[in-house]
């Protein structure tokens, strides 16, 4: 043989095993669990090609981690039917109800280990998932939680997860002030051998960086983070950790069922087929909007994971260490709020995705409000705590185009101090970031539909009449509701209105219209960013131009109406004056 032939054979045989190697990886990734078994496969991966088996279906089968159907169990809140007290109770519950934002007497009442309904679509039950998935430490920030929701919380992650996959719970305590989140709590974990860990903060630091401090501390390969007030749903931890095992770049996000705050009822929020996906409006709140075709034809089935802008917050797996390349949440955020967008953006526009995860499901207490304070945490603050949080975001991720639509749409922001965002921004380019355009394209496209680029504001302010001496003010009430006007007060959210070269006047994410009732308090339609008002520089007047009449106080009662204009009377003037936050 010469040199030519023996490479010639060389090369041959060299074909051959690629052939080989490439053709077992093909049926591999065909029949992934079925080669679960398969020694071929151990072999494959410890060869670094790094094979990783896939999710299979199969209509005909359950799924490999799917549980045992349970037998209906009887007792309170069982199957996940609201729980009804004794009328001699009430008055305890609502107590509870002011203590913690949600009925504690009927929570205590229904078994830790409740069983509830099976919330996901059918789809679900026929996913087989690899065995070798990573394991999570599900992580529970609480602060002056009450005793059985979080337990509640802690014994379904113990039920319902496959303890291969479950390193830990790992409980954070936010610096918690009540009795029952101290000593006992320590005497009740024991039970569960060292799988459910506490560990305190030395004084408050706030949810955001509470979550933070967990992952730091965290033991498994992936974190997964929890409310303290929440329920777990069947074989919710394999569907979240499989885009993980697939891409460590990946967050996954469990669709949320609701549980009612007085009954506990476990019911979904999410009903049929129909998939939803987090966007947010230009004022940064939180917003929920059907899939779009664009990103539900990349999936063959509808109970696939599927691409996502944002997410509501609480509840998401990530890889650890991922997490704490990219920074974990930004150390400049405060207490609460924006974290979300936070993330999605850095993970987004630094090269990762978002997937939210239709079998996996979460059920979530949403409480009617905050029943505690931040405390020290917010002193020295002006203006809220939360549009600081969204203007460090926007600040550090946003485009100048688009950082202009928030501004427009939240004017006081301009005033406010967001602290030094410095480090944020060096990390954005040394993590080598795409811009907010990119994600917009490519991720956010359906938030443009909903919520247009903002023509900018020609005015912004309280609106005071002069005549009467008061503004106008929504009266805090829910649209859509009459509007009326009051003694004028300032920053707040009631009286601070935004007229755009469009003719839309704003109040918050709500606009004014007015009909033959009056004057209205309404929600802007989505989609677009006009309205009917044209205001006169020079009369102060505010014409709405479809009703042909301005706004105005009528002079015998002292309430808000329209009126033909009259732009010499006092009563039909307007006068806008921009606030900055105290
Ligand atoms: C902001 O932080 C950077 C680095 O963290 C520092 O060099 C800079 O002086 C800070 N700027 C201000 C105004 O404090
Ligand atoms: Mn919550």
């Given at each position: 043989?010469?040199?030519?032939?023996?490479?010639r054979?060389?090369?041959?045989?060299?074909?051959?095993?690629?052939?080989?190697?490439a053709?077992?990886?093909?049926?591999?990734?065909?029949?992934?669990?079925?080669?679960?078994?398969?020694?071929q496969?151990?072999?494959?991966?410890?060869?670094?090609?790094?094979?990783?088996?896939?999710?299979?279906?199969?209509?005909?089968?359950?799924?490999?981690?799917?549980?045992?159907v349970?037998?209906?169990?009887?007792?309170?809140g069982?199957?996940?039917?609201?729980?009804?007290?004794?009328?001699?109770?009430?008055?305890?519950?609502?107590?509870?109800?002011?203590?913690?934002?949600m009925n504690?007497?009927?929570?205590?009442?229904?078994?830790?280990?409740?069983?509830?309904?099976?919330?996901?679509?059918?789809?679900?039950?026929?996913?087989?998932?690899?065995?070798d998935?990573p394991?999570?430490?599900?992580?529970?920030?609480?602060?002056?939680?009450?005793?059985?929701?979080?337990?509640?919380?802690?014994?379904?992650?113990?039920d319902?997860?496959?303890?291969q996959?479950?390193?830990?719970?790992?409980?954070?305590?936010?610096?918690?002030?009540?009795?029952?989140?101290?000593?006992?709590?320590?005497?009740?974990?024991?039970?569960?051998?060292?799988?459910?860990?506490?560990i305190?903060?030395?004084?408050?630091?706030g949810?955001?960086?509470?979550?933070?401090?967990?992952?730091?501390?965290?033991?498994g390969?992936?974190v997964?983070?929890?409310?303290?007030?929440c329920?777990?749903g069947l074989?919710?931890?394999?569907?979240?950790?499989?885009?993980?095992?697939l891409?460590?770049t990946?967050?996954?996000?469990?669709?949320?069922?609701?549980?009612?705050?007085?009954n506990?009822?476990?019911?979904?929020?999410?009903?049929?087929?129909?998939?939803?996906?987090?966007?947010?409006?230009w004022g940064?709140?939180?917003?929920?909007?059907?899939v779009p075709?664009?990103?539900?034809?990349?999936?063959?089935?509808?109970?696939?994971?599927?691409?996502?802008?944002?997410?509501?917050?609480?509840?998401?797996?990530i890889?650890r260490?991922?997490?704490?390349e990219?920074?974990?949440?930004?150390?400049?955020?405060?207490?609460?709020?924006?974290?979300?967008?936070?993330?999605?953006?850095?993970i987004?526009?630094c090269?990762?995705?978002?997937?939210?995860?239709?079998?996996?499901?979460?059920g979530h207490?949403?409480?009617?409000f905050?029943?505690?304070?931040?405390?020290?945490?917010?002193?020295n603050?002006?203006?809220?705590?939360?549009t600081?949080?969204?203007?460090?975001?926007?600040?550090?991720?946003?485009?100048?185009?688009?950082?202009?639509?928030?501004?427009?749409?939240?004017?006081?922001?301009?005033?406010?101090?967001?602290?030094?965002?410095?480090?944020?921004?060096?990390?954005?380019?040394?993590?080598?970031?795409?811009?907010?355009?990119?994600?917009?394209?490519?991720?956010?496209?359906?938030?443009?539909?909903?919520?247009?680029?903002?023509?900018a504001n020609?005015h912004?302010?309280?609106?005071?009449?002069?005549?009467a001496?008061?503004?106008?003010?929504t009266?805090?009430?829910?649209?859509?509701?009459?509007?009326?006007?009051?003694?004028?007060?300032?920053?707040?959210?009631?009286?601070?209105f935004?007229?755009?070269?469009?003719?839309?006047?704003?109040?918050?994410?709500?606009?004014?219209?007015?009909?033959?009732?009056?004057?209205k308090?309404?929600?802007?339609?989505?989609?677009?960013v006009?309205?009917?008002?044209e205001?006169?520089?020079?009369?102060?007047?505010l014409?709405?131009?479809?009703?042909k009449?301005?706004?105005?106080?009528h002079?015998?009662?002292?309430?808000l109406?329209?009126l033909?204009c009259?732009t010499?009377?006092?009563?039909?003037?307007?006068?806008?004056?921009?606030?900055?936050?105290?």
């Amino acid at each position: 043989m010469n040199i030519i032939q023996l490479r010639r054979s060389r090369l041959l045989r060299l074909l051959t095993v690629l052939l080989l190697v490439a053709c077992v990886l093909f049926f591999a990734n065909r029949n992934p669990v079925a080669n679960a078994v398969n020694s071929q496969n151990d072999h494959i991966k410890t060869n670094s090609l790094q094979a990783k088996k896939l999710s299979v279906f199969t209509p005909d089968k359950m799924g490999n981690f799917e549980p045992p159907v349970e037998a209906p169990r009887s007792g309170p809140g069982e199957g996940g039917k609201p729980h009804v007290l004794l009328p001699d109770q009430r008055n305890e519950a609502s107590q509870s109800i002011s203590e913690f934002g949600m009925n504690m007497v009927v929570s205590d009442e229904i078994s830790l280990s409740r069983t509830i309904s099976d919330t996901r679509t059918p789809e679900c039950k026929h996913w087989s998932y690899p065995d070798d998935l990573p394991k999570a430490s599900v992580v529970i920030v609480f602060h002056n939680e009450g005793w059985s929701t979080l337990l509640r919380t802690v014994q379904s992650v113990i039920d319902r997860s496959p303890p291969q996959f479950l390193e830990e719970v790992l409980l954070v305590d936010d610096f918690s002030e009540k009795a029952h989140l101290k000593r006992k709590l320590e005497d009740f974990i024991e039970k569960y051998n060292g799988k459910v860990r506490l560990i305190r903060n030395k004084e408050r630091e706030g949810l955001i960086r509470t979550r933070t401090r967990g992952a730091e501390e965290a033991r498994g390969e992936v974190v997964l983070f929890l409310d303290a007030h929440c329920e777990v749903g069947l074989n919710w931890l394999p569907p979240l950790l499989y885009p993980i095992y697939l891409d460590r770049t990946t967050m996954t996000v469990p669709l949320i069922d609701g549980i009612d705050h007085e009954n506990f009822e476990y019911r979904p929020v999410y009903q049929g087929e129909t998939n939803f996906r987090g966007i947010f409006e230009w004022g940064m709140l939180y917003k929920e909007n059907e899939v779009p075709e664009r990103e539900a034809q990349t999936r063959t089935y509808n109970s696939e994971p599927y691409k996502a802008p944002t997410h509501a917050g609480g509840l998401f797996a990530i890889d650890r260490a991922y997490f704490l390349e990219i920074g974990a949440y930004d150390p400049g955020l405060l207490v609460w709020g924006g974290e979300n967008f936070e993330l999605s953006f850095k993970i987004w526009q630094c090269g990762g995705k978002i997937l939210w995860v239709p079998c996996s499901r979460v059920g979530h207490v949403y409480r009617g409000f905050m029943p505690y304070t931040f405390g020290k945490l917010a002193a020295n603050k002006k203006g809220s705590l939360i549009t600081i949080n969204y203007k460090r975001v926007i600040e550090v991720w946003f485009d100048d185009k688009y950082k202009e639509f928030f501004y427009t749409r939240e004017p006081t922001a301009r005033f406010l101090d967001m602290g030094n965002i410095t480090q944020q921004l060096e990390m954005k380019k040394r993590l080598n970031c795409k811009s907010f355009a990119w994600f917009m394209e490519e991720v956010a496209y359906d938030v443009l539909d909903k919520y247009p680029e903002l023509p900018a504001n020609l005015h912004w302010g309280e609106l005071r009449n002069t005549a009467a001496r008061q503004c106008l003010d929504t009266m805090g009430h829910q649209p859509p509701s009459l509007m009326g006007i009051s003694h004028c007060h300032g920053f707040g959210n009631n009286q601070l209105f935004r007229l755009n070269k469009a003719g839309q006047l704003g109040v918050g994410e709500r606009c004014v219209n007015a009909d033959s009732q009056g004057v209205k308090l309404v929600v802007c339609r989505l989609g677009s960013v006009d309205g009917p008002w044209e205001y006169d520089e020079t009369s102060k007047t505010l014409l709405h131009k479809v009703l042909k009449r301005c706004l105005a106080v009528h002079p015998q009662n002292n309430h808000l109406t329209l009126l033909p204009c009259d732009t010499a009377n006092n009563y039909h003037r307007w006068e806008f004056r921009e606030i900055q936050p105290k």
